[in-house]
């Protein structure tokens, strides 16, 4: 009888631990008072503090990812093209070209926020959740003195009513130095 109520025991903590982790995490992302503000050295934003930082990275193409957060259920990413890699990137309309952009079949529809424009849209990924899942993304694009900034927000799909406001916040908040 001792083992069955210590196997008891030990189950209902290990449940209430792992439900408190997820409680934790979703109020985290969507309760503004557990957000931290990042003073990195090209901008500030706002985001949650149970993001994790991640590394930064580079692409053929001259995409240089400056900052990269994250938890296990949303994310925050920064990356910028400097205009000597590409000097029409200085003059383009951003409005525009998400205009004219199609991604995953599905025409863009740009939205001015702050001195830039978003776009949502989904796909399926595994970059942020490292598991092949549908993904809803928020990207911000911006033009800086130096580069075009671009700015994502992300969250499983099925997550978006939960965290979508939140989501805009943090892209709200973003600014360039």
């Known amino acids: 009888m001792k083992k ?10 290990f449940a209430a631990g792992f439900g408190a982790y997820y409680y934790k995490t979703d109020y985290s992302i969507t309760n503004s ?17 149970t993001m994790e930082k991640g590394s930064s990275y580079s692409t053929s193409t001259g995409q240089q990812g400056i900052a ?7 994310a925050f990413s920064v990356s910028k093209i ?3 890699q590409n ?4 003059d383009m309309d951003l409005k525009e070209y ?12 740009p939205v001015a926020i702050n001195d830039g424009y978003y776009a949502a849209y ?7 959740f490292n598991e092949d899942t549908e993904i809803y993304m928020v990207e911000a694009m911006y033009q800086g003195d130096d580069a075009l900034y671009s700015v994502t927000v992300c969250c499983r799909l099925s997550d978006r009513k939960k965290y979508e406001s939140s989501m805009m916040e943090w892209l709200d908040s973003f600014k360039l130095k």
């Open 4 to 13: 069955v109520i210590t196997v008891i025991v030990v189950l209902l903590c």
């Open 33 to 49: 008072s557990q957000w931290h503000s990042l003073n990195e050295s090209e901008f500030s934003a706002k985001i949650p503090k």
């Open 68 to 74: 990269s957060y994250s938890n296990s259920k949303a």
């Open 82 to 84: 400097s205009y000597s």
């Open 87 to 90: 000097e029409a990137l200085k």
């Open 98 to 109: 998400l205009s004219n952009l199609k991604i995953n079949g599905q025409k863009l529809t």
């Open 122 to 128: 989904t796909k399926t990924s595994k970059d942020f």
